[in-house]
């Protein structure tokens, strides 16, 4: 413990917090140009916000939050079909953030008011446990996330599951994501900011073909402040040398090849096809997908689902959601910002999430913290 205690300490250590500020700004002087960095994690937008390190910035960088709120891209139709689900009758089991989050019509929390049997868990195992206490019922985990998650349900369904727990499955696989927005030119981002916790299992290498094609500075990043801090630094130094890479900060979890074990245990289980980022775009292999072998346990074929996950669904009227989860606004530029739209009564997913970019604004008492709003 007093070892963790003293790593920590370091890595929040405001002496070298401030050397580290004045290395970005020394090295920002000598790139002419703005710019713009994006992160793809809520939890990066949570230390970034915390620690009030955009206004450690110099003025010709900026940081921008992407799609790395699992909540906030899991399509509106997805959570429709366990509402429907719930509502008919089935024991819906799920995260507490993602039974807040509203669909076309309503909330996974909003259809237990109305009687359904919604449960919230930590995990799957919770989940398989439920499931063989009551075996008269028919239980559902919806499984929400991205690469950081899926592994874990991976495990439990190659143990062996009960028969009376299915799955609906909306997993989304982080490279895919971030890479079609790092070949992307459309919102002018000019390096990435990679999570942690999904390198860790995905490794660095699903990363390389994105960086050839699109020759921009990528870092893999811990979650304190000085990780983050040093990592800006990295990107800036790569770009005044004019010497793009893939470069890892976040040495002491992350390799190239990643979690090999846990990755082996998804393709057993999954495999990946185009997927529905919410309110944005559909990414190609994006979207995780039971495989053939697993139908008895896959929901959609055992309710008779339709996959809608590629269709286009729509946040509540007025909202800019899917912009700011793709860092085109920040959320005070949202009409619905903490007017209509508050952490106590959600009307878009960024705002019902603690990983949301909405939440963790709203929470933090932020309003014009970006040069973008600062303008």
């Avoid at 003293?6 to 580290?20: F, I, T, V």
């Avoid at 559902?140 to 009960?162: H, N, S």
């Avoid at 996959?307 to 959601?321: I, N, Q």
């Avoid at 959600?346 to 973008?372: D, F, Y």
């Amino acid at each position: 413990m007093s070892e963790y205690l003293s790593l920590l300490k370091y890595y929040r250590d405001p002496h070298l917090a401030k050397a580290l500020r004045i290395k970005i700004h020394e090295i920002a002087k000598k790139i002419d140009e703005g710019i713009m960095i994006m992160h793809v994690c809520g939890s990066h937008e949570w230390t970034i916000t915390h620690y009030g390190i955009r206004s450690l910035l110099p003025d010709n960088v900026e940081v921008r939050a992407g799609p790395g709120c699992p909540v906030c891209i899991t399509p509106a139709t997805d959570i429709d079909d366990a509402v429907k689900l719930a509502l008919d009758g089935i024991v819906v089991t799920t995260y507490g953030d993602m039974s807040r989050a509203r669909g076309t019509k309503m909330s996974l929390e909003e259809a237990k008011a109305l009687g359904g049997d919604v449960r919230v868990i930590y995990g799957v195992q919770d989940a398989v446990k439920m499931a063989r206490r009551e075996p008269n019922k028919q239980f559902l985990f919806f499984a929400v996330g991205m690469d950081t998650t899926a592994p874990a349900t991976a495990f439990e369904i190659l143990k062996g599951v009960p028969e009376n727990l299915s799955f609906l499955v909306s997993y989304r696989y982080t490279p895919a994501i971030q890479g079609s927005v790092m070949e992307s030119n459309v919102l002018g981002i000019d390096a990435f900011i990679s999570a942690g916790h999904s390198v860790t299992i995905t490794g660095l290498k699903p990363y390389y073909g994105y960086f050839l094609n699109s020759k921009k500075p990528m870092v893999a990043t811990g979650f304190e402040p000085i990780d983050v801090l040093m990592s800006i630094y990295m990107i800036l130094k790569q770009i005044e040398e004019g010497t793009p890479k893939i470069e890892n900060e976040y040495t002491r979890s992350v390799t190239w090849e990643g979690n090999v074990k846990a990755q082996e245990v998804m393709e057993k289980v999954f495999d990946l096809e185009d997927g529905y980022v919410r309110g944005v775009a559909v990414f190609p292999k994006a979207g995780f997908r039971l495989k053939d072998d697993f139908n008895k346990i896959n929901a959609r074929e055992q309710y008779g689902l339709k996959d809608r996950s590629k269709t286009s669904d729509e946040y509540v009227a007025g909202a800019r959601c899917g912009e700011v989860v793709m860092g085109l606004i920040d959320p005070p530029e949202c009409p619905l910002y903490m007017k209509s739209c508050k952490p106590e009564d959600p009307k878009g997913a960024p705002m019902v999430s603690q990983e949301g970019t909405c939440w963790i604004w709203a929470m933090h008492k932020l309003v014009n913290v970006s040069p973008r709003c600062r303008r």
